[in-house]
């Protein structure tokens, strides 16, 4: 039976944190499911009440979509435990489970699957829009490692989709985002990876940045796939670098050192439990947050000269390919897969007073790089169109999906897919 929160209960302000300090929503009602049922239970409750439904994971959406303004909380937070059969080398992990909780039980045995860079984000909204990590450049999205989902549907029925079970649903849950229902149980398949990871980083001086990000493109053009390329771009210099993952890992670091006259040099062996906690917030969720993202199919030089007139804020890249790219556009709501680079541009502060300012720098450094880009992350969406993360034909067969599970849009606290509404201008 879930644990039902009201306002003035004790834990209800702790469970109605997340991650954007921004978001200080008060829903009438939170139930931190402990079982499969209980979520079944909570949708229907919910649904007879008239209440607007969100599901709590990790907390990490920018825009705090697990918080709704009077409605119902579905806080997953309890349903956290990982199941790991190494024989088999698959993991069953509920929906409520964070990525460093993955990491740890799969590491014991020296697997691994994709997940994100931030070990307290959750499984559940990075794997439902694709799932962008240090491995996928290896073994594919976190989505593409997906064998089974165990779904909660918008009637509160439970459901399974897989390759040969609800194929349909299994390929929208691919990247389709929270869309189709909640996830209770992920059924994941791992890789022998070990327990080693070689992090490279080195700082140049911004007059050097267009030459240094000119050779770092070249560079990436040969990378292996154990190394995902990294870029991250301040007013007053460039980091260019990689994550490998695996033995080995230093055969790059003379052609990175060649790059022009280095300002300072990080190069790390640390364990891949460590490297997943590298960029873990040690200040917790205490930071107002604002970003924006653009997926680049080319960096041409004068993607290089917009990225290096920053406003004042900071922009980091990243490498996509190898396996990511392997995967048929078909096989999978998650599109794009031709991507180079993922750009994103984060800012963080603690003033309110400042949240004007710095929302309006993050936009317009965006914008600058509009005209470079070709669609985006599902999961950076930040106020933008659905149909910058899919096209045309793929959103329109989301949206038959999306009518089929979900016809009232009891889901929409997402980057919604509208049911019945067929073309990309309706669904945005």
């Given amino acids: 039976m879930s644990t039902m929160l009201r306002p003035g209960d004790a834990g209800y302000d702790e469970a109605r944190t997340v991650w954007n300090a921004m978001v200080d929503r008060r829903p ?6 402990e079982t499969t049922a209980d979520v079944a239970e909570a949708v229907r409750f919910g649904r007879a009440a008239g209440l607007e439904i969100a599901v709590r994971c990790g907390g990490h959406n920018i825009a705090g979509l697990a918080v709704p303004e009077g409605g119902l909380m ?5 349903m956290n435990a990982v199941r790991v059969d190494p024989s088999r080398k698959l993991a069953w992990v509920q929906g409520g489970a964070l ?16 997940a994100g860079n931030v070990s307290h984000t ?14 996928a450049r290896q073994f594919g999205l976190a989505c593409d490692n997906v064998v089974s989902y165990e779904v909660v549907t918008a009637d509160g029925a439970v459901v399974r989709a897989s390759a040969d079970e609800n194929a349909e649903l299994f390929w929208g849950l691919r990247g389709g985002g929270g869309n189709f229902g909640i996830v209770t149980m992920f059924e994941f398949r791992l890789h022998e990876v070990g327990t080693r990871a070689v992090i490279v980083e080195l700082t140049y001086p911004a007059s050097a940045g267009f030459h240094v990000l000119r050779g770092w493109r070249e560079l ?9 390329f990294t870029a991250s771009i301040t007013p007053d210099s460039v980091t260019v670098g990689y994550v490998w993952v695996g033995e080995g890992g230093y055969s790059l670091l003379p052609a990175f050192r060649a790059l022009g006259p280095v300002r300072s040099e990080v190069v790390e062996e640390t364990t891949y439990l460590e490297l997943q906690r590298r960029d873990d917030s040690v200040q917790g969720h205490r930071y107002r947050r604002y970003w924006k993202g653009h997926y680049f199919k080319a960096l041409p030089d004068e993607a290089i000269r917009a990225l290096l007139a920053t406003p004042g804020v900071s922009a980091s890249l990243q490498a996509y390919g190898g396996a990511i790219a392997d995967v048929p556009d078909e096989d999978a709501a998650f599109s794009h897969r031709d991507t180079l680079f993922e750009f994103v541009t984060a800012s963080r502060w603690d003033d309110p007073a400042e949240d004007e300012a710095r929302i309006a720098r993050i936009r317009e450094y965006a914008a600058t790089l509009a005209p470079y880009a070709d669609g985006a992350y599902v999961n950076t969406l930040n106020g933008d169109s659905i149909s910058r993360a899919f096209p045309p034909a793929k959103l329109e067969r989301l949206v038959a999906l999306k009518t089929a599970y979900d016809p009232a849009n009891v889901f929409h606290l997402n980057q919604n897919i509208r049911p019945g509404e067929a073309t990309a201008e309706s669904a945005a």
Avoid: S
């Fill in 28 to 33: 009438a009602v939170i139930a931190r499911c």
């Fill in 74 to 78: 579905i806080d997953l937070t309890p």
């Fill in 99 to 114: 990525l460093g909780e993955l990491d740890k039980a799969a590491q014991k045995y020296g697997l691994a699957t994709t």
């Fill in 122 to 135: 959750g499984v559940g909204g990075l794997t439902l829009g694709g799932g962008m990590g240090w491995l």
């Fill in 220 to 228: 990436n053009e040969q990378a292996p796939r154990q190394a995902t």
